[in-house]
T-cell receptor, first 113, second 108 residues
Framework: EPEVTQTPSHQVTQMGQEVILRCVPISNHLYFYWYRQILGQKVEFLVSFYNNEISEKSEIFDDQFSVERPDGSNFTLKIRSTKLEDSAMYFC???????????FGPGTRLLVL | QKEVEQNSGPLSVPEGAIASLNCTYSDRGSQSFFWYRQYSGKSPELIMFIYSNGDKEDGRFTAQLNKASQYVSLLIRDSQPSDSATYLCAVKRTLWVFGKGTRLSVIA
């Protein structure tokens, strides 16, 4: 069964460094999402992406964040200058045109020191 | 501030019983309502979504929506130990807003 994959599974970085989190959505999906979940907290929507542009973004998704679909398969989230409070699990999700179901990847656990 | 509230639990039910999970939301303009299951250390998995007032059934799961009361619930019939997880309520108007989740424990 097709699934969303994410790399790396864990990332440790120093405060102020740039990180890029990578996702490979399910191949025929057109809608892509990033969420984050701070340990023990709720899932928070960051951004949705369709037709090579951002559809919606939350107030968390400020100028430090960007998304890109650099080729036909990858979908990336970049954090330009990481802060301690960016430490969280970051989930990528994708869905096709016809269904409401978003399929989540396994997540990347980001730790900012 | 748009909020989605859930009782954090844990909600403990015996195997075979009905588990009832509740969620309230603050944004009266919300249009879509979702229930996700999240096992510890795993990613969320969609169980059901509902748009209209009333009940929607899918196997052992029933979602209930009351927009006037800004309330959505999930019933799990014939609960199994494998249903033990955290259940997340999510609400969408233009953006998705999640509750913190209710931890369900099904006791064999």
């Amino acid at each position: 069964e097709p699934e969303v994959t994410q790399t790396p599974s864990h990332q440790v970085t120093q405060m102020g460094q740039e990180v890029i989190l990578r996702c490979v959505p399910i191949s025929n999906h057109l809608y892509f999402y990033w969420y984050r979940q701070i340990l023990g907290q709720k899932v928070e929507f960051l951004v949705s992406f369709y037709n090579n542009e951002i559809s919606e973004k939350s107030e968390i998704f400020d100028d430090q964040f960007s998304v890109e679909r650099p080729d036909g398969s990858n979908f990336t989230l970049k954090i330009r200058s990481t802060k301690l409070e960016d430490s969280a699990m970051y989930f990528c999700a994708s869905k096709d045109r016809t269904q409401e179901t978003q399929y989540f990847g396994p997540g990347t656990r980001l730790l900012v020191l | 501030q748009k909020e989605v509230e859930q009782n954090s639990g844990p909600l403990s039910v015996p195997e075979g019983a009905i588990a009832s999970l509740n969620c309230t939301y603050s944004d009266r303009g919300s249009q879509s309502f979702f229930w996700y299951r999240q096992y510890s250390g795993k990613s969320p998995e969609l169980i059901m979504f509902i748009y209209s007032n009333g009940d929607k059934e899918d196997g052992r799961f029933t979602a209930q929506l009351n927009k006037a009361s800004q309330y959505v619930s999930l019933l799990i019939r014939d609960s199994q130990p494998s249903d033990s997880a955290t259940y997340l309520c999510a609400v969408k108007r233009t953006l998705w807003v999640f509750g913190k989740g209710t931890r369900l424990s099904v006791i064999a």
